[in-house]
């Protein structure tokens, strides 16, 4: 499978063009920052199991003309630029186009772009414009596989009050403390404008988004994990998803020329 690989005097980063997927990036004195399963065989036409996959038009699969998370995960993107700023700092450009396959999908001309900033802080810009002489509505996210230490280690904070679609029973709860994960969670949270904190042991990663109001929080457990794809049993324990999407009734809506910006940003801290 193709990808570029960039190396800056603060982070390296390797990013796949299908899907504009980046699967690496570790700055100068952090450990790797995202998770990559052991078993993710980077065949084309299959997600890359870790990284960021980018879901776009559709987060889940609500929609059932769409595959799970939409079709952009699994296509190739064009590599614009590469543009190094300064020592410190690469910015990297991707974009997709409709096509007779995705025509077949989802019947709209679009252009998506993607940017990422790699330095000591990963940002990611997913800008959607709809080309189309009629209206179109998307979902997506950010479906970040974060690297940690160990599941039993980590509490997930700031969205404490916060509501949330427990999409395991189907219903609305209240978040009343921080997050520590225990078993299965699959969450929709809703109306989340503030940064949120991923603690582990050594670390601290600062998570920050805009264009969006919905945030995903996913573990697997065990069961799941030993029947997922690309996963093996004991995965659960390594990663952590918490993606920064639109998502439910959180969509959007563009008119024909319109476009939207979903951006996020992570840093790390000791
Ligand atoms: O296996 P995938 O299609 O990559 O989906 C993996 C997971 O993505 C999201 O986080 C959803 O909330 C989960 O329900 C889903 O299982």
Known sequence: MEYVEIKNSSASAKI??????????????????????????????????????????????????????????????????????????????????ESKESRKIWDYKFELEVKFSISDILEIELKTRNCDSKEFMITQAFHTYFKISNISNISINNLDKKYYLDTLDDKVKVQNREITIEQEVDRVYQGVENDIVLKDLDRTINIKSSGSKSVIVWNPWIEKSASMSGMSSEAYKEFVCIESANAFEDFVTLLPGESTELKVSYSQED
């Open 16 to 97: 796949a063009l299908q899907g504009a997927h980046i699967f690496e990036f570790k700055t100068r004195d952090k450990d790797e920052l995202l998770w990559l399963s052991g078993e993710s065989d980077f065949l084309l036409g299959k997600a890359i199991r870790g990284g960021i996959p980018l879901c776009w038009p559709r987060f889940g699969n609500l929609d059932k003309n769409m595959p799970q998370h939409g079709f952009a995960r699994e296509a190739i993107f064009e590599l614009v630029d590469i543009k190094e700023l300064n020592e410190n700092l690469t910015e990297v450009l991707f974009k997709l186009k």
